[in-house]
């Protein structure tokens, strides 16, 4: 069953076309990668996906409702989260308000039971803390609780990213270069965190990534964008020997030389 | 010498009512140049309206015979609520239509300024014509609710304090501040409203894929700003008796002007700034014409407040408690 499918997605900006024509089915509970060199449109896509842009023509449809016109903070509560290629925390609040911020649409309280401080709304805060620290056990920085945001080493700022992301109980799980600037005990770390919230969270990922090893290890299925259009797609060992994605990644002459 | 630290005990009370006052006032600036890096110059007037809606209450109530036998606890609560309650709505009404539209369009954050100060006006001139319409004055002066005065006796504890002697409004006037500075701490502090403020203040987009509503959040804090500031007017007028449809300017100003002391954009820096101003202008104006032997009297007390916050700032330009900006590269 596909849990989303993306029909024709285009984005021009101006006279640039970031993307073209570009569709996509991904299974439910899959692990999906797009790849492909840098500037090829992948952000631009996962920024359409998240209503972050608006594209110019084509549909998103999250089982089977369209999520085009919707604002971000709709597209999240329908079930999309994600994380970001140039780590976006909020770094001048603790590790766990992070996570707390991305529970906010699924906690009831209304503001003004809030702030008149509503046995009912306070007990739910407090439920939400336990969560959100058993959150933070999961992705393994129970260590930094109460630490501000911005202090943390990156893998764990990483790591902080998609602890708020599940936070929000996503159906689609968006990594975008979840990988980027990790050591390989980082990134095996990683591999694992990855297979595993698939597996417990019930969650379908979709991941931006350059590292090739991490991609083909993971990946049950790969679309490869070149200059904003699909150029392949397929299996691991499919993608592997394409000869259209060995030349989009070392060029036309690279290959013909070798 | 001698003389000034006699007053002392007087302007610590007389300069922590006013502190309190400015202190309230100043979180509303403080909260939404937090959250939109506008500074909302109306902000003031709404304090101002807030006032003239609680004598509104005051002068309806007395009004109706059965009522004007009421405690005037029960009066004062009810002038705090409605005043508070129809200055938030009007925050929020404000927002709404004239700076959302402007955000929208992602218009420059200095057209939302000018469009802060159109609406100053349009407050300032809407309350004077109610006022004179109904009353036939738009100065307002109400009887007093609070005028048990009270001393404490500072001079037989310490002989060289002079005693200092308030009003029963003093307390009323410290107790309620002190209610909404921390209740108003503790909603930011700890609750995910306060939460999803924060985050909104630090980056919006990010916010709002995280799902949070950042319009609605937006709004929360214009109603909250406006609402203490409304409920601040109440207090004002409780404790100075008398209302004009310009006391929001200076007085709006200054608690800017306390925001940017304590750090703006930083709450616990606004209540802070807010206090400190406050002591320092009633320092000044019961003790500058002592200190300069005659040549200025209280009046300059403005003046040496705002030279302390020029100090400060030369030397701390985030404010006392806001963080240094370092300049990406």
């Not at chain 2, 030369?314 to 300049?327: C, R, S, V, Y």
Request: net charge neutral; charged share 15%; glycine share 10%.
């Amino acid at each position: 069953m596909n849990i989303l499918e993306v029909k024709n997605l285009t984005k021009k900006f101006g006279g640039l076309m970031a993307t073209r024509d570009v569709s996509m089915n991904v299974e439910k509970n899959s692990i999906t990668a797009v790849i492909g060199p840098n500037g090829a449109g992948k952000t631009t896509f996962f920024n359409m996906i998240t209503a972050v842009y608006r594209p110019t023509s084509g549909d998103i449809l999250l089982n089977g409702k369209s999520l085009v016109g919707l604002k971000p903070h709709q597209v999240c509560h329908f079930g999309i989260s994600r994380t970001f290629q140039n780590i976006r925390l909020f770094n001048e609040q603790t590790v766990i308000e992070n996570v707390l911020v991305g529970m906010h649409q699924r906690l009831k309280g209304h503001w003004i039971g809030t702030l008149l401080h509503f046995p009912e709304v306070t007990r739910e805060e407090e439920a939400a803390k336990v969560e959100a620290y058993k959150i933070l056990q999961y992705v393994g920085l129970e260590e930094f609780v109460n630490e501000s945001a911005g202090n943390l080493p990156y893998g764990a700022q990483r790591r902080l990213e998609i602890g708020r992301a599940i936070a929000a109980k996503p159906k689609i799980l968006l990594l975008d270069e979840p990988a980027a600037g990790m050591n390989p005990k980082e990134t095996r770390q990683l591999t694992d965190l990855i297979h595993d919230m698939r597996h417990r969270l019930d969650v379908t990922i979709i991941l931006i990534e350059h590292d090739m090893k991490l991609v083909m290890k993971i990946s049950d299925y790969l679309y490869v964008l070149d200059h904003g259009e699909l150029i392949a797609e397929g299996k691991p060992d499919e993608i592997r020997n394409n000869q259209r994605v060995i030349e989009a990644y070392l060029g036309k002459e690279a290959t013909q030389r070798g | 010498m001698s003389q000034i630290i006699q007053l002392l005990p007087q302007v610590l009370v007389d300069g922590l009512t006013l502190g309190f006052v400015y202190a309230v006032v100043a979180i509303g600036y403080t909260m939404v140049y937090g959250i939109l890096e506008l500074i909302n110059f109306a902000h003031g007037d709404i304090f101002m309206t807030g006032s003239f809606v609680g004598a509104g209450v005051l002068f309806t109530v007395m009004s109706m015979g059965f009522m004007s036998s009421a405690p005037t606890m029960v009066l004062f609560m009810i002038m705090i609520l409605v005043a508070a309650l129809i200055t938030g709505v009007m925050g929020v009404g404000i927002e709404r239509v004239a700076y959302r539209p402007l955000r929208k369009r992602n218009a420059p954050k200095l057209i939302a300024l000018i469009t802060s100060i159109g609406i100053s006006f349009i407050l300032e001139d809407a309350v004077r014509f109610i006022a004179d319409w109904t009353t036939g004055n738009y100065i307002i002066t109400t009887r007093p609710l609070f005028q048990h005065k009270f001393t404490i006796d500072f001079h037989s504890v310490f002989p060289f304090f002079n005693n200092a002697t308030f009003q029963g409004s003093f307390l009323v006037v410290s107790i309620v501040t002190i209610i909404m500075l921390i209740s108003l701490d503790l909603f930011v502090s700890k609750t995910k409203w306060g939460i999803a403020m924060r985050a909104v203040a630090q980056d919006r987009e990010t916010a709002s894929l995280m799902s949070i509503n950042v319009n609605r959040v937006i709004s929360v804090t214009f109603f909250i700003g406006s609402a203490l500031g409304g409920a601040t007017g109440v207090l004002f007028l409780i404790q100075y008796g008398t209302v004009d449809p310009y006391i929001g300017f200076i007085l709006g100003i200054k608690a800017f002007t306390a925001a940017v002391l304590g750090g703006i954009g930083n709450i616990r820096g606004a209540m802070f700034g807010g206090i400190l101003l406050g002591l320092l202008e009633m320092f000044a104006a019961a003790n500058l014409s002592t200190i300069t032997h005659g040549a200025m009297g209280s009046e300059y007390k403005d003046v040496f407040a705002f030279i302390i916050l020029i100090l400060v700032l030369i030397f701390k330009p985030e404010g006392l408690f806001g963080k240094a900006t370092i300049e990406k590269v």
